[in-house]
């Protein structure tokens, strides 16, 4: 991170700061034609005028960088060495590519980021659409991190008795999470139709300060009979399921003590996480920070 771009970033980790973030679903910026967000508690203006977009730091004035990829826009805050992470399923011709709205929670994005990939939520948080009760066991599977830092879930299943918006008969469907950046985490899992294909879900969290984050899903789907807006419902009742519990959770910033939180054979990869963050220095959004 250069000169210029410390002023930009109220102290932020580098890790964090010089990453490409989601601020803005572009389907919903282009007919409001302006959106006010935060950043790591940074004020930035969009503006959307005859579909030339500008991103400002509006405590200095300063035009930010920006991408628009996926149906969302991305913006920085200082200097990636790496682009937007790169995901191939979007580029397949027969998935419809559906952001799912822009939910803001009441919790640190880091937490987002952990509820997404916690398995053990799902028959309970989510009974009827993701999972059942009578079948709530989490198995044993494999984590590890990979030649490029990313972690690597694999081997996870779990029954679950809506695989898709169809509304197909219940299946053991198979799981791999990839947690890429602090933000951005991916689930790949089983079709319900073309089972030896992978259905593909990214949550990409935007931190909108210690305490609070914005969730943007990306989902690209095997299309057969959906059409895109079912797609888009299905997941918004999900993610409107996961929202009081993530704002209920205390306290709300990411312990990375794993302490008493974590305990069972459901929690290897929050452990993982936990211990990845640490071992990059994250703190912002952390008991670690405050």
Not at 271 to 279: D, F, H, M, S
Request: net charge negative.
């Amino acid at each position: 991170m250069n000169d210029r771009n410390t002023s930009l970033s109220n102290g932020i980790e580098p890790i964090l700061i010089d990453d490409w973030h989601v601020v803005a679903d572009l389907e919903s910026l282009y007919k409001k034609g302006r959106h006010r967000t935060r950043l790591f508690d940074i004020p930035i203006s969009i503006d959307c005028e005859a579909n030339s977009l500008s991103v400002i730091h509006e405590d200095s004035n300063a035009k930010l960088p920006f991408q628009e990829k996926y149906g969302y826009l991305w913006t920085t805050l200082g200097d990636p060495t790496e682009g937007i992470v790169q995901f191939p399923e979007c580029e397949e011709h027969d998935r419809y590519v559906v952001t799912g709205g822009s939910i803001a929670v009441h919790v640190s994005g880091l937490r987002a980021v952990e509820n997404f990939f916690d398995m053990g939520h799902l028959p309970f948080v989510h009974k009827g659409y993701l999972g059942i009760e009578s079948k709530s066991e989490v198995f044993p599977y494999e984590v590890k991190i990979d030649e490029n830092n990313w972690i690597i879930a694999d081997g996870c299943h779990l029954f679950q008795p809506m695989v898709s918006p169809m509304g197909d008969d219940g299946i053991e469907v198979q799981y791999m999470f990839k947690v890429a950046r602090p933000y951005t985490v991916m689930l790949y899992k089983t079709n319900a139709i073309e089972t030896h294909r992978w259905d593909f879900i990214a949550l990409l969290v935007q931190p909108v300060d210690q305490e609070h984050c914005v969730a943007h899903p990306l989902l690209a789907y095997l299309k057969h009979d959906l059409e895109a807006s079912t797609v888009r419902l299905y997941m918004q009742l999900i993610f409107a399921q996961d929202k009081p519990i993530l704002e209920n959770q205390q306290p709300k910033r990411l312990p990375l003590d794993t302490g008493e939180e974590l305990s069972v054979i459901g929690d290897k990869m929050s452990v993982t996480y936990r211990r990845w963050l640490r071992e990059q220095g994250v703190n912002y959004g952390t008991t670690e920070d405050g």
